[in-house]
Structure formats: structure tokens, C-alpha cells
């Protein structure tokens, strides 16, 4: 049974940091790439970060950009969001999502996804 997990979430004050963890388990998640996505209260869900299947190559939503990181772990199966410096409008529900593609930031290529994990930024 495939099934992803998040966890890490939380709620922290701006400025702060945060770092998601997505397990994975019920295949062989080193030949896949992740991506993790967010979702905010009456908002479509957006990317924001995806990495290959080796992590040799990651991309970023701008508004993720040098500010957060993706790396994965293959001999744990997991995938991590390093977030820093964050934001009021970083709050949102976030969920990681795998697919055997190229970089992508659509949520329709991506197959199987985690329940999320809320962050909660505070001013």
C-alpha cells in the first residue's frame, strides 16, 4: 500500500523556521521525484518545490525561492521542506506528492499524496 506522510507542521511566528518531513512507504521511492504543494483556506492548491528522484535537481515556486529547501533522504524514504524566514502568507495546509516525471509544478502529473500538515505563521 502506497502511503505518504507529512509531518512538522505547526505554528510558529514570522521570521521563524520549519522543516516537513514527508515518509514514504510501499514502493521504491528512490526512483521517484516528490514535489511538495500547499493549500490556504478558499485558495486553489500551488506548488512549491520539487526534486528529482537522485536530488540532483530541485525547483522552486519564486515565492519559495531562497527561502526554502527540498532534499530527500532515499535511505530513509523521505523527503524534507526546510523552511525559513516565513511569512504570514506561508499559512497553509502542505502536502508532498510523488510522480515519475521531469519537473513539474502541476498538481494533475503528480500520483500519490499525503493527507498534509498545517503551517501556521503568526504576526
Known amino acids: 500500500q502506497v502511503q505518504l506522510v507529512e509531518s512538522g507542521g505547526g505554528l510558529v511566528q514570522a521570521g521563524g523556521s520549519l522543516r516537513l518531513s514527508c515518509a514514504a512507504s510501499g514502493r521504491t521511492y528512490s526512483i521517484f521525484a516528490m514535489g511538495w504543494f500547499r493549500q490556504a483556506p478558499g485558495k486553489e492548491r500551488e506548488f512549491v518545490a520539487f526534486?528529482?528522484?537522485?536530488?540532483?535537481?530541485?525547483y522552486y515556486a519564486d515565492s519559495a525561492k531562497g527561502r526554502f529547501t527540498i532534499s530527500r533522504d532515499n535511505t530513509r524514504n523521505t523527503v524534507y521542506l526546510q523552511m525559513n524566514s516565513l511569512k504570514p502568507e506561508d499559512t497553509a495546509v502542505y502536502y508532498c506528492?510523488?510522480?515519475?516525471?521531469?519537473?513539474?509544478?502541476?498538481?494533475?502529473?503528480?500520483?500519490?499524496w499525503g493527507q498534509g500538515t498545517q503551517v501556521t505563521v503568526s504576526t
Open positions: 526534486i528529482s528522484c537522485s536530488g540532483g535537481t530541485t
Open positions: 506528492a510523488d510522480q515519475r516525471g521531469a519537473v513539474t509544478t502541476s498538481a494533475s502529473e503528480y500520483d500519490y
